[in-house]
């Protein structure tokens, strides 16, 4: 079970870096709006495994 809290957890850490990123780079707002769709979709599994 742990390992897929972290492997979560690492998704989680990833898509915040590539949304931040995308924001310092002023992409597309469709692009930056499609990266924050998939962390919020990651931050939900998280919560609904009860992390």
């Known amino acids: 079970m742990c390992g897929a809290k972290d492997d979560l957890i690492g998704q989680i850490e990833a898509a ?4 931040n990123d ?10 930056i709006y499609q990266f924050s769709v998939e962390l919020d979709q990651l931050i939900e599994r998280y919560i609904e495994a009860g992390y």
């Open 16 to 19: 915040r870096k590539k949304l």
């Open 22 to 31: 995308s924001i310092d780079a002023k992409e597309d707002y469709n692009q």
